[in-house]
């Protein structure tokens, strides 16, 4: 097998930037990827209804940073998409995040600004200083009103754990509006890829240095590329030391079971997304993709999800026990050379897609001591 610079393990986020950023300087990198597809858990592809669908769920684009908005654009052309997601909660549909529409529809209140709005939660909410777990930082913030409808339940649903069994951290990026905005993010940046998502990462991909090998496992061939100057792993941390289960336990993961129909309507919901915050359904949400970009087609396709805990991992369960097993695999990981864990999966952390992107730029900058922005391809 020929030398290779740089071996990248998955084409999502944390690789392909890396596996761009590298090609650039000149060095020949390799991706080996085990699914059939590039751009990770934002592949989309036109579906059988002649709609631009995501394989595993919504992916929708924000950011603060400039750096990340420019690298972006580079490959992709945008639009822009302000994303607002609804919940049905008992009777009433809902805007998520809370705001003062929220509140009124729900407890018949009155108010009217956001002074009025600031006064009903500190009225409701629970004096907790220092939140110890995600039901206390809810509680804190809205009350046990807002939380046993909106957030209890939901959370069990998501993580199969309630509030009470998670890290603070899992609710408090949640936010809560004091006046009437209903976009989800307030980001400056809210757009998403025309041509979507899979288009943009061909495009970052697309480079004679780059090369990617799909459906391959990795510890299935690991052995046939060795001679690497680097190697960077974004699967799930605990598998690269599966060697090392006698000792170390396994991570916890939830994984997500996509239901997909076809409805024949023009739509199926007033809303690209709906959340049921209940118990009186299984599934999380429905995404109605059509929605997105203004798609045109005589029928509609709508994507139940359901978390679950086996298939492929989506999200790291934050909590003290699987941070003190983590904390024992980067212990691991740490003792290597040449070998770095980026990503979600890697890192067992929480990233939204704006962070993957900055989290591989830094890591790049890092390791090649750069001293200027090396965010622009070359030209």
């Known amino acids: 097998m020929k030398d290779i610079d740089i071996l990248i393990i998955g084409a999502g986020i944390s690789g392909s930037v890396l596996a761009e950023r590298y090609a650039n300087i000149g060095k020949k990198v390799l991706i080996i990827e085990k699914r059939n597809h590039i751009a990770g858990n934002c592949y989309d592809y036109i579906d059988e209804n002649g709609i631009l669908v995501s394989k595993y769920g919504a992916h929708l684009f924000h950011t603060n940073e400039e750096s990340v908005w420019k690298y972006v654009n580079q490959f992709s052309e945008w639009y822009p998409w302000e994303h607002k997601v609804v919940a049905r909660v008992d009777t009433k549909t809902v805007p998520i995040p809370v705001n003062i529409t929220t509140v009124n529809e729900l407890f018949d209140a009155k108010i009217t600004n956001e002074e009025e709005m600031k006064e009903w939660l500190e009225k409701h909410r629970s004096p907790i200083a220092t939140p110890s777990n995600g039901e206390e930082a809810v509680l804190s913030r809205v009350g046990p009103h807002l939380y ?32 009437y905005d209903d976009r989800y993010f307030s980001d400056v940046y809210q757009a998403l890829p025309k041509g979507g998502y899979t288009q943009l990462f061909e495009n970052i991909l697309n480079h004679p240095n780059i090369e990617v090998l799909l459906e391959t496992d990795y510890f299935d061939v690991k052995d046939d590329f060795t001679n690497y100057g680097k ?52 599934f999380t949400r429905i995404i109605e993709y059509k929605h997105f970009g203004n798609q045109k087609s005589e029928k509609t396709t709508i994507v139940k999800e359901f978390t679950v805990d086996e298939g492929e991992p989506y999200y790291p369960v934050p909590n003290p026990r699987n941070q003190e097993i983590y904390t024992k695999y980067k212990a691991e990981a740490d003792q290597l050379v040449d070998v770095y864990f980026v990503g979600r999966l890697a890192n067992y952390k929480y990233f939204n897609m704006d962070q993957a992107f900055k989290n591989a730029f830094d890591l790049f900058d890092a390791l090649e ?9 070359a030209v």
């Open 148 to 179: 046993e409808k909106m957030f209890k339940h939901y959370t069990k649903k998501q993580w199969d754990k309630y509030p009470s069994e998670l890290d603070a951290s899992v609710l408090e990026r949640i936010p809560v509006r004091t006046n």
């Open 231 to 282: 190697l960077f792993y974004t699967g799930p941390v605990d598998r690269f030391f599966a060697f090392k289960h006698s000792l170390l336990e396994k991570l916890e993961y939830r994984s997500i079971n996509f239901v997909s129909e076809t409805i024949d309507a023009e739509f199926y919901q007033e809303n690209s997304v709906v959340n049921y915050p209940g118990m009186e359904v299984d």
């Open 369 to 377: 001591k750069t001293t200027k922005s090396t965010y622009k391809t």
